[in-house]
């Protein structure tokens, strides 16, 4: 419910404060004093694009704030939580307009874009005239508002719908990668064969590098290590040291022990070179290898470096290759009979859209024509009971709201042309089409303010009660705001507020003012006989708001 309305040095408001109430508002005064100057400011806060200057003159801003009541549940939380703003049960709008044309807009105190107060908008206040194009004139809400009309249910569509999405996305994507798979069969066959000869392992190029580095060690040292053997040997030190031992162990004797210790030191000698003989030994028969086997591991050494520089991977990733192409060719080889079972799940997946989406269209014809019988039920109290109302579905393009078109249509009399709601109806007709239209179509629904800008224009005496009549049914389950010149429209109202346009040292402005019952008397006799209020016109405004 918009509860509060404040605007400074707007257009011909100085200074302006109003408070609302549920049900049904109406602001009424006489032409030109400034009735829709209220609607322009309203449609500023809530970052509606309008007129380019608002700004009073000589005023240095201008600025609107309105502020709404939010029960639990109301749509616009999800726009302010969107937005990053913190819920609240009162949401305040606040815009200021500098003279250079720019526009801050705030929300709740923080600062937003228009795009956001045009969203809270759309969730807040819903507008009908003669010349809006954002409620029931603009056929691209039709079908949503007809579905709301007949609670119909899309769920089941949307969802068949994104199955059908999935399933031609898939089909389309396996038809890409065959055709892309079939273009470069011959090479991972070429591919594939070639890693299979060769067979590599992973951690296969370490080992074989450590082996190939081993035996080109082995091939340097060797011949030292064999000169080596050969001076420890019995041809070397090993013979040297036996003559030795032998040669002294003759002379020992004759020596007085001298040549004792000598013996001895040469035993321990004669053990350890027999040791480290035994190593050298030992050591050469390691290095000792097949000059082929080193051939065989640096060529296959190479083989695996080459293929994997020509994959442009590592040499320890050649087998995981191999695996991945074999994979890529499976699914050439299987891959009609993948591709018959992708195509045949997309043509399920179509029929079941289809034939939900033909339940739909159903739905949505029975619920035209419970909404064509409600509307011109309608008519008939508004002194339109020769005019045709139509909801027409036509068919459209299948998306996740089914294939179904809708159109609100008129015919003014029987036999004549239906179209379009603007485009058949005079001003005042269409008036009373879009009050019938929105009577039936708001039952219930509280969460918008409706404002309604001379809807009842053109029109008087009982189609004026008429008129005033479904105003006030459409305040029993949402607020209304309406800007009427009817007296009976103003009479069945719950709160009232007069425009009054005055002039003050060569400065126009234009005031509102809440009225009260003596005033409200006033104020329709105003209304029933002009300028000039005689009894009679007060006796009749009596009569209008006793009922």
């Not at 060690?217 to 030795?244: K, N, S, T, Y």
């Not at 064509?372 to 008939?380: R, S, T």
Request: charged share 30%; net charge negative.
């Amino acid at each position: 419910m918009l509860r509060e309305l404040n605007i400074r040095d707007m257009l011909l408001i100085d200074r302006l404060d109003l408070a609302f109430g549920p049900g049904l508002n109406v602001l009424t005064g006489e032409t030109g004093a400034g009735k829709s100057i209220m609607l322009d400011c309203l449609g500023f806060v809530l970052g509606w694009r309008g007129r380019a200057e608002l700004v009073r003159a000589g005023a240095a801003q201008g600025e609107v704030t309105a502020v709404f009541d939010l029960p639990p549940g109301h749509p616009a939380h999800m726009v302010l939580a969107e937005a990053g703003i913190e819920t609240e049960d009162e949401l305040i709008l606040r815009r200021v307009n500098a003279t250079d044309g720019r526009k801050t807009g705030y929300v709740n105190d923080r600062r937003v874009s228009g795009e956001v107060l045009r969203a809270l908008s759309e969730t807040l206040v819903e507008l009908h005239g003669q010349h809006d194009d954002r409620g029931l004139l603009n056929p691209r809400g039709h079908r949503l508002l007809l579905d709301a009309f007949g609670v119909v249910d899309t769920g089941v569509v949307r969802a068949a719908w994104a199955a059908r999405r999935a399933a031609d996305q898939a089909l389309s994507d396996a038809t890409v990668a065959l055709e892309a798979a079939r273009k470069e069969e011959d090479f991972l066959r070429h591919a594939v064969k070639e890693l299979d000869d060769l067979d590599p392992q992973p951690g296969e190029e370490a080992e074989l590098d450590v082996r190939r580095r081993a035996m080109q060690g082995a091939a340097r040292i060797r011949e030292d290590v064999a000169r080596a053997l050969a001076a420890l040997g019995p041809q070397g030190a090993e013979g040297a040291m036996m003559d030795a031992t032998r040669w002294l162990e003759g002379a020992a004797d004759r020596a007085d022990g001298r040549l004792d210790a000598p013996l001895q030191s040469l035993s321990r000698a004669t053990i350890e070179l027999g040791e480290a003989f035994a190593g050298v030994e030992s050591a050469l028969d390691a290095l000792d290898f097949d000059p082929r086997a080193l051939e065989s591991a640096e060529e296959r050494l190479f083989a695996l470096r080459a293929l994997a520089r020509k994959h442009d991977v590592l040499a320890d990733d050649l087998a995981g290759l191999a695996d991945d192409l074999r994979v890529r060719l499976g699914a050439i080889d299987g891959g009609a009979e993948s591709l018959a079972a992708l195509t045949a799940a997309a043509q399920a997946a179509r029929r079941d859209y289809d034939t939900a989406a033909a339940t739909l269209t159903a739905a949505r014809r029975d619920a035209a024509a419970r909404l064509d019988a409600a509307v011109e039920a309608e008519l008939a109290p508004l002194k339109m009971e020769r005019a045709v109302f139509e909801t027409r579905l036509t068919p459209a393009d299948h998306g996740p709201e089914g294939q179904d078109a809708v159109a609100f249509t008129v015919a003014t009399n029987p036999g004549a042309p239906a179209g379009p709601l603007d485009k058949i109806a005079s001003g005042g007709e269409l008036s009373r089409f879009l009050l019938a239209l929105k009577v039936c179509l708001a039952r219930g629904n509280d969460a918008l303010v409706l404002i309604f800008d001379e809807i009842d224009r053109g029109v008087g005496g009982a189609t004026a009660d008429a008129v005033g009549r479904r105003l006030r049914r459409l305040a029993e389950d949402a607020q209304v705001l309406v800007v009427t010149h009817s007296p009976q429209v103003a009479a069945l109202a719950g709160h009232h507020f007069r425009v009054a346009k005055s002039v003050a040292d060569g400065m126009t402005t234009s005031r509102v003012t809440a009225l009260d019952q003596g005033q409200r008397v006033e104020e329709i006799a105003r209304m029933l006989a002009g300028d000039t209020i005689t009894p009679a016109a007060l006796d009749a405004a009596r009569a209008l708001l006793d009922g």
